[in-house]
């Protein structure tokens, strides 16, 4: 463990003032409208964007302040990029055997830490191909063996699966569960369910500006941002998976994912625009039925925001004024489980 990283940026000509500080384990999850800042961030604490006024150290090492600075290869931070950016003329292996070569470990090791990191990203059949003959997912998978084989004390990633298939997100999304476990890292994404199932932390970025900082499940489910408003107000439910149903303050069934096991912890994510709210249980009781007492009502754009307790559903006006929805109200919360996603945590 090389200590807690520590950024002050203060990009004048980009308008990005911020302080933040990682704990040594921590995985930040920055999110942010385009512009907010985010990409900056990486670049210094990469090294990839130099500015004098900003500060980064790692520990007790500076790495960029008024009179240090150490160069990208030499910090210490591995930087995962949207695109692999892979060595096109080496093959995969010996991009993977690239960085610990580098960084003077012998050839011999350094071949035998590629093929350990390629088999735990699941490439180790692509080993004597080059980048130009794999698939964008395999190209990722192949990067972040790249980055994590030169045992970086910090990685970064910038939106990883952005320039990724939507059907080959999922799969690469529990990959990085599994390697960032434990990890220092920074992800920044646009993604909300990468925040969910990948940081302890959530950091909203807006105009250059920390606008809000929070344990992941508190942000997303109760954002004071108008930007983690928009993309999160998530429903979130946590609990322990039992019998193919989520069993916590409440009992959820959803869709689950990636080998959930009786006793794992568990998360139900669900937007409130997928919550109806019934006077009664509807006939023909779907699965996700839950009698609630109505807490607040508030207005979210053209729509009527209903919470009770830390649920809460989006209705028309009509809806809610035919329920006569008033703080006290006793309603059913119905989810189709096809809206339910439910996650290992
Ligand atoms: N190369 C550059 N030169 C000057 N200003 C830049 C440059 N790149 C970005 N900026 C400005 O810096 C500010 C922060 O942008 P940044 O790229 O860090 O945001 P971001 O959160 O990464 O956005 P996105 O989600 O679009 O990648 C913005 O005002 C942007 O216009």
Redesign the pocket.
């Known amino acids: 463990m090389s200590g807690a990283l520590q950024v002050e940026l203060d990009v004048a000509?980009?308008?990005?003032r911020l302080a933040l500080r990682i704990e040594p384990g921590e995985t930040v999850a920055l999110l942010?409208?385009?512009?907010?800042?985010?990409?900056?961030?990486l670049g210094v604490v990469a090294g990839a964007l130099r500015d004098g006024a900003s500060r980064v150290a790692l520990g007790d090492r500076s790495l960029a302040d008024g009179t240090t600075w150490v160069a990208p290869y030499d910090r210490g931070i591995g930087l995962l990029a949207q695109d692999a950016l892979l060595f096109p003329h080496l093959s995969v292996a010996a991009n993977v055997a690239f960085g610990p070569q580098a960084h003077g470990v012998r050839r011999a090791e350094a071949r035998r830490l590629a093929e350990a990191w390629l088999e735990r990203v699941g490439c180790t059949d692509l080993r004597r191909r080059k980048p130009g003959q794999l698939s964008g997912g395999q190209a990722q998978r192949v990067a972040i063996a790249r980055a994590l084989a030169a045992d970086p004390a910090v990685l970064l990633l910038d939106e990883p699966m952005a320039a990724l298939d939507v059907d080959a997100r999922p799969a690469l999304r529990q990959l990085l569960r599994e390697v960032l476990r434990d990890r220092t890292a920074v992800i920044?994404t646009?993604d909300v369910l990468d925040a969910l199932l990948l940081a302890d932390r959530v950091v909203v970025?807006e105009g250059?500006r920390v606008v809000e900082d929070g344990p992941t499940t508190e942000v997303l489910a109760r954002p004071r941002s108008a930007f983690a408003a928009r993309v999160a107000g998530l429903n979130l439910v946590a609990g322990q998976w039992a019998s193919g149903v989520l069993v916590g303050e409440r009992s959820v069934s959803g869709s689950a994912h990636d080998g959930l096991v009786d006793g794992d912890d568990a998360v139900a994510a669900f937007r409130p625009s997928a919550v109806s709210v019934y006077a009664e249980a509807p006939a023909g009781s779907p699965r996700n039925a839950w009698p609630v007492t109505v807490t607040a009502i508030e207005p979210s754009a053209d729509q009527i925001r209903v919470l009770a307790g830390r649920l809460s559903a989006l209705v028309t006006p009509q809806a809610a004024a035919e329920l006569r929805l008033a703080p006290g109200s006793e309603v059913v919360f119905v989810v189709k489980a096809n809206e339910v996603e439910i996650y290992p945590r």
Do not use: I, M, Q
Request: proline share 6%; charged share 20%; net charge neutral.
């Open positions: 000509d980009r308008d990005v942010g409208p385009n512009g907010a800042g985010k990409s900056t961030l920044a646009h970025l250059g």
